[in-house]
T-cell receptor, first 113, second 112 residues
């Protein structure tokens, strides 16, 4: 039973470019959330997708956008990259809106130069 | 979600119990206490959660005070692989508010 998988594991981009990160949720999960973790800090919530719609959003600009596909996988897109976007991007999956805990992937390390 | 306060760092001898405290004095009646940990270079890992009763699973025990203003995560026999940042989070469990609000956590170092 595969857990949450994210790709790529590492990525280097230049300021102003655009990036797409991908996530496959744990088998049986239908809800995907994305978090940004800067070095030395706790993860910060970006947004959550359920039934292919963005359900909640954290305090991130609209340069950050996402998508959820019918198979529950998800993408995170970041446009017009800034140096400050360098971080570990974590995907977490869960089952619906119940009490089930979130399962995290090991993240994508994005470096913006 | 209620704010939590945790010590920045703690050490524990291998084989001993690790007791990680968390204060959440503004917790509401419908908020649960969750614990996650993050081993270096990995994503956070769910450990345990509870509402008001003490909870135990194969990883740890969670002790919540009667007034629910604080809790303690107990790793009964810490190993070197338990070295990680431990996050205490309180949040409403049900409904659409599914995001976790992470603080800075406690860096637990298990010493040989």
């Amino acid at each position: 039973d595969a857990g949450v998988t994210q790709s790529p594991t590492h990525l280097i981009k230049t300021r102003g470019q655009q990036v797409t990160l991908r996530c496959s949720p744990k088998s049986g999960h239908d809800t995907v959330s994305w978090y940004q973790q800067a070095l030395g800090q706790g993860p910060q919530f970006i947004f959550q997708y359920y039934e292919e719609e963005e359900r909640q959003r954290g305090n991130f600009p609209d340069r950050f956008s996402g998508h959820q596909f019918p198979n529950y996988s998800s993408e995170l897109n970041v446009n017009a990259l800034l140096l400050g976007d360098s971080a570990l991007y974590l995907c977490a999956s869960s089952l619906g809106h119940n009490n089930s805990p979130l399962h995290f992937g090991n993240g994508t390390r994005l470096t913006v130069t | 979600d209620a704010k939590t306060t945790q010590p920045t760092s703690m050490d524990c001898a291998e084989g001993r119990a690790a007791n990680l405290p968390c204060n959440h004095s503004t917790i509401s009646g419908n908020e649960y206490v969750y614990w996650y940990r993050q081993i270096h270079s990995q994503g956070p890992q769910y450990i345990i959660h509870g509402l008001k009763n003490n909870e135990t699973n194969e990883m740890a025990s969670l002790i919540i005070t009667e007034d629910r203003k604080s809790s303690t995560l107990i790793l009964p026999h810490a190993t070197l692989r338990d070295t990680a940042v431990y996050y205490c989070i309180v949040r409403v469990a049900w409904g659409s508010a599914r995001q976790l609000t992470f603080g800075s956590g406690t860096q637990l170092t298990v010493l040989p």
